[in-house]
Antibody
Framework: QVQLVESGGGVVQPGGSLRLSCAAS????????MHWVRQAPGKGLEWVAF????????YCADSVKGRFTISRDTSKNTLYLQMNSLRAEDTAVYYC????????????WGQGTLVTVSS | SYELTQPPSVSVSPGQTARITCSGD??????AYWYQQKPGQAPVMVIY???ERPSGIPERFSGSSSGTTVTLTISGVQAEDEADYYC?????????FGGGTKLTVL
């Protein structure tokens, strides 16, 4: 079955950097686009970034543009989110999600990893 | 920027029908999706492309669309349906979630 396991979260100071990983299994990773979605404590879901199945196109939310970069390594079946210039408002649980291109749905989600930006 | 609007909360008694709405200008031309999230858990898709139900989701969950509003309907609500529900859509490679609706089963 599809499994998505995020890692790399933790506590970081404002202005710092962090790289999140999402290990994928149970499906052909190279055939699917992938998203990052975040959820601040007690708040709703916010889309962060998307990468096409082949890495040819990437899109990100205005709130993270220029600071966050999404990437993927097909040889490792792993999705990444490089987060730079972190701010307190980036504090959230970060989820990776498998994108079903035929329906447009966030079909499967990982359990998330918590990022806390605090001094 | 594109926005989706949901009511913050909906309350129903067990066995009744819950309806959660989601409004957005692009909904007449873009599909909507619904996700259920229980405390401490990841979201789970319950409806895709406005009205399709994934395998494993109970038949009491249904979706509909009319103009700029989509609706998630839960018929015969059960205690286990108490959760946050989020609508989601997309417009020009910008994916958007509604603010979420907390469904309380009285």
């Amino acid at each position: 079955q599809v499994q998505l396991v995020e890692s790399g979260g933790g506590v970081v100071q404002p202005g710092g950097s962090l790289r999140l990983s999402c290990a994928a299994s149970g499906f052909t990773f190279s055939s699917y686009g992938m998203h990052w979605v975040r959820q601040a404590p007690g708040k709703g879901l916010e889309w962060v970034a998307f990468i096409r199945y082949d890495g040819s196109n990437k899109y990100c939310a205005d709130s993270v543009k220029g600071r966050f970069t999404i990437s993927r390594d097909t040889s490792k079946n792993t999705l990444y989110l490089q987060m730079n210039s972190l701010r307190a408002e980036d504090t959230a649980v970060y989820y990776c999600a498998k994108y079903e291109h035929r329906t447009g749905a966030f079909q499967h989600w990982g359990q998330g990893t918590l990022v806390t930006v605090s001094s | 920027s594109y926005e989706l609007t949901q009511p913050p909360s909906v309350s129903v008694s067990p066995g009744q029908t819950a309806r959660i709405t989601c409004s957005g200008d692009a909904l007449p031309r873009q599909y909507a999706y619904w996700y259920q999230q229980k405390p401490g858990q990841a979201p789970v898709m319950v409806i895709y492309t406005d009205s399709e139900r994934p395998s494993g989701i109970p038949e009491r969950f249904s979706g509909s669309s009319s103009g700029t509003t989509v609706t998630l309907t839960i018929s015969g609500v059960q205690a286990e349906d108490e959760a946050d529900y989020y609508c989601q859509s997309a417009d020009s490679f910008n994916w958007v979630f509604g603010g979420g609706t907390k469904l309380t089963v009285l």
